[in-house]
């Protein structure tokens, strides 16, 4: 009965798997403010577009003398529409303005993370990928934002391997002077998650380790990802060794995946300190500690199978968080993708977002994002969406 629980819940994962979706906020990643560029330079052009494309043609083509300027560039990036002519002229327009003489730039507008938005917006992961490994664009996309678009661009479209492909060029790249980017491991342990094979498991077993041998931490969210994995992947043991390694064990994913790998492993009795410590709890309503009801019913399912003398209360905390609303229909694999709608760090004033290098219209480093302000997230911690 206990081995069956787990087999349901992989089943319930495989499904899941077959959504698209996108692992952080359409504002974390800048793309609001890139739309919104958009609509501002079709405005500017309003009757010049068609003129403005064909005069780039000619400046691409291979006879032509003319310089492709960072104005000419930006230009193209927001007025591209999804049609083979337009994407191939913002290719050849990234080549020639890529190939002339760094001299002859007196701008520094950072133009690799405001390229991913606009494929991203014109939904071709394919193309963002190969400009991405594209050894001719060597440093041009040397941003963690543009890895960071790419990457969830790829996780939406559902091409997992690609994203742990571009997750070990960002180590070998050594992006922005890191090899463990921790919005990057997030994103990589959430497409192993997705992908739920073999292959994907020891792939993020092989990074969790790595990860461990040089003392990086990961985000909360990660160490979700990599424990949902392994029990997906019948590894119960290791998901309580990940799960172990976060220091609060009481946030709502952390101890249903931990519940879940002690019924997996026949330890029915270890699961009551965890619903006894969430009563003890308490709280104001908006805090209320909840379970998903799939997880209740595994344990239902093991107090009805199981031979063992149980604590007599077990049934009766169950009962209890019933009538007191701990319940609730939200499945676990829905808790564990839900969107990531900030990136600022509360201890950290001066962190910057996934969406700073599109917040001015200058050009400048530290292009920041056009967004109004009451329109920005208040979340002042990566991962707080999936607290209950």
Avoid at 260 to 268: E, F, S
Wanted: charged share 25%; with cysteine; aromatic share 8%.
């Amino acid at each position: 009965m206990l081995r069956n629980s787990l087999i349901s819940l992989v089943r319930l994962s495989n499904c899941a798997v077959n959504s698209s979706r996108s692992l952080y906020s359409a504002s974390v990643l800048g793309l609001d403010g890139y739309r919104s560029y958009r609509e501002k330079t079709r405005t500017q052009h309003l009757h010049n577009v068609d003129n403005f494309k064909r005069k780039m043609k000619e400046f691409v083509a291979a006879s032509a003398t003319n310089m492709v300027f960072t104005e000419d560039l930006k230009n193209i990036i927001h007025l591209a529409e999804d049609t083979p002519e337009d994407k191939q002229l913002l290719v050849d327009m990234l080549e020639k303005y890529n190939s002339q003489a760094q001299e002859l730039r007196f701008g520094n507008y950072v133009f690799g993370p405001v390229v991913m938005r606009a494929l991203y917006v014109l939904n071709d992961p394919a193309l963002a990928l190969k400009l991405f490994k594209d050894e001719k664009y060597a440093g041009f996309f040397d941003q963690l934002t543009s890895y960071q678009i790419l990457g969830d661009l790829l996780f939406e479209r559902g091409h997992y391997a690609d994203v742990r492909q571009v997750f070990d060029l960002v180590k070998s790249r050594q992006v922005q002077g890191g090899r463990y980017p921790k919005h990057s491991i997030t994103l990589t342990f959430a497409a192993c998650h997705k992908e739920n094979t073999p292959e994907a498991f020891q792939y993020a077993m092989d990074l969790w380790k790595e990860l461990n041998a040089v003392g990086h931490v990961p985000m909360r969210k990660a160490t979700a990802y990599a424990a949902a994995l392994a029990l997906n992947q019948n590894q119960p043991g290791i998901a309580l060794e990940i799960v172990g390694t976060v220091t609060k064990g009481n946030y709502v994913t952390i101890r249903q995946l931990k519940i879940l790998a002690l019924l997996a492993m026949d330890r029915l009795e270890d699961i009551v300190p965890i619903f006894r410590l969430v009563l003890e709890i308490g709280g104001p309503l908006e805090r209320k500690q909840t379970f998903c009801r799939e997880v209740i019913a595994k344990v239902e399912a093991a107090i009805g199978a199981t031979k063992t003398e149980l604590p007599q209360d077990l049934t009766r905390m169950l009962e209890y968080l019933e009538k007191n609303g701990h319940i609730t229909d939200t499945t676990l694999d829905e808790l564990l993708c839900q969107e990531i709608a900030s990136t600022a760090q509360k201890k950290d004033p001066n962190a910057s977002n996934l969406a700073d290098s599109y917040r001015s219209r200058g050009g400048s480093q530290n292009l920041r994002n056009y967004v109004p302000k009451n329109q920005r997230s208040r979340f002042t911690r990566p991962g707080l969406a999936e607290m209950s």
